[in-house]
T-cell receptor, first 111, second 112 residues
């Protein structure tokens, strides 16, 4: 079964501290993994996707197929990083396959 | 803020009434999606449509219905059969060959 899990509902870190939001998935084929972010009073939007291997707003995420994980990391958290983060999964190579979202992690960066 | 719009922002209905939520996009995207967002449960897929006049059930389709008569529009009807309709509803779209989903601002439905 296709599934995305995010073990932490809430995560609080101090400004300047490293942050890691965990994501694990189960998928029988070749997955494409994403991180979406929802800032307060803003729309849900794509933060990054594993296939592009980009660093967005200082965040990176590496796909670990052995551990079926796609953890989101940032070395130094900023207050503006406080938001709801969703890990998501889709089938690589299928244009319109449904996207499966995890339950989300609410990140709070303490000044 | 164009692209994908949802209306209204807030909607109140009495129990037993059907209600239709609007979703329109001008991004020329083929695929459109409806999600329900509940605290602690993330986004759950209700219905999605890959092309005009075609749609598929998502994980929680019971009590909902959709239509896709135009590429730009994908309205969602919450019927009286939906046991727990009070929620935040998100519409999204994606283009051919692109996996990124673009989300609307959402509609908060309250049924009393």
């Amino acid at each position: 079964a296709q599934r995305v899990t995010q073990p932490e509902k809430l995560l609080s870190v101090f400004k300047g501290a490293p942050v890691e939001l965990k994501c694990n998935y189960s998928y029988s084929g070749s997955p494409e993994l994403f991180w979406y972010v929802q800032y307060s009073r803003q729309r849900l939007q794509l933060l990054l996707r594993h296939i592009s291997r980009e660093s967005i707003k200082g965040f990176t995420a590496d796909l670990n197929k052995g551990e079926t994980s796609f953890h989101l990391k940032k070395p130094f958290a900023q207050e503006e990083d406080s938001a709801m983060y969703y890990c998501a999964l889709s089938g690589l190579g299928t244009s319109y396959d449904k996207v499966i979202f995890g339950p989300g992690t609410s990140l709070s960066v303490i000044p | 803020d164009g692209g994908i719009t949802q209306s209204p922002k807030y909607l109140f209905r009495k129990e037993g009434q059907n209600v239709t939520l609007s979703c329109e996009q001008n991004l020329n995207h083929d695929a459109m999606y409806w999600y329900r967002q509940d605290p602690g449960q993330g986004l759950r897929l209700i219905y999605y449509s890959q092309i005009v006049n075609d749609f598929q059930k998502g994980d929680i389709a019971e009590g909902y219905s959709v239509s896709r008569e135009k590429k730009e529009s994908f309205p969602l009807t919450v019927t009286s059969a939906q046991k727990n309709p009070t929620a935040f509803y998100l519409c999204a779209s994606s283009g051919q060959g692109a996996y990124e989903q673009y989300f609307g601002p959402g509609t908060r439905l309250t049924v009393t």
